[in-house]
């Protein structure tokens, strides 16, 4: 582990406590890579309930993997992500990991097709926060912005459909869960190659910092660092 320091302009004087200052950082790999797959698999195994790809009386079993699989992988993406000082990633993958558990949970504990008004309103609860974490990260990391952006409009279908609206909403939320598999697969090889290659491989849009923590040298990375949680005195 290697310290970090800003050097400060001491003026012939003695040393400020800013430049008797180390700020240790320890390496981790990313997590995006892996959250990306959980939750293109959480994708699939969902739209396979809602497209009947599998019997109305399997939907339990695939809750379950969604449960014991999906779920502590996007838990442990965003631990990750919140150890690697990154709280946007971290928030998403969070909030993703825990509105898959219950998920899971409340279909577990009713009847196989059955309709749920407390999944509407919990759903359609969640999809204007993706909505916000959407916004949040489009300004550096696009891609993962649009897979929220996508990720909420699902959210939107299927609990306007467990709110009592038509069948045609859950065939569209099935689908719509599919092109989203589909997207997290691209991502999540694309974030791999990056952090393979430590450059840009396949498209995935960064800007801003995020671009620059990719590309810039060692005073990008620094830049700031006094002012960030667990570095500053409060969050």
Do not use: N
């Not at 946007?88 to 749920?116: F, K, M, N, Y």
């Amino acid at each position: 582990m290697s310290p970090a320091a800003r050097t400060y302009d001491t003026a012939g004087g003695p040393p400020r406590p800013e430049a008797l200052t180390r700020i240790m950082l320890r390496p981790l790999a990313s997590s995006l890579p892996l959250g990306f797959f959980a939750f293109g698999t959480g994708s699939v195994l969902l739209s396979a309930a809602q497209l009947h790809w599998v019997p109305l009386d399997q939907t339990r079993q695939l809750m379950l993997l969604v449960l014991v699989f999906v779920v502590p992988l996007q838990l442990l993406a965003g631990t990750f992500a919140f150890l690697a000082r990154d709280g946007g990633a971290a928030t998403a993958l969070s909030v993703l990991g825990c509105t898959w558990a219950g998920t899971s949970l409340v279909t577990l504990s009713g009847p196989p097709g059955q309709r749920s008004p407390a999944m509407a309103v919990f759903l359609l609860s969640v999809a204007p926060l993706m909505l916000v974490l959407c916004v949040a990260a489009l300004r550096g990391k696009p891609l993962f912005g649009v897979l929220l952006l996508i990720g909420a409009g699902r959210f939107v279908l299927t609990g306007v459909y467990e709110a009592g609206g038509g069948a045609v909403l859950l065939t569209a939320a099935g689908w719509t869960g599919v092109a989203l598999a589909s997207f997290a697969l691209y991502g999540g090889l694309a974030l791999l190659l990056e952090d393979g290659a430590q450059r840009t491989v396949l498209p995935l849009g960064r800007r801003g910092r995020a671009r620059t923590s990719l590309q810039g040298d060692l005073g990008h990375q620094l830049d700031q660092a006094e002012r960030e949680a667990g570095v500053r005195r409060q969050l």
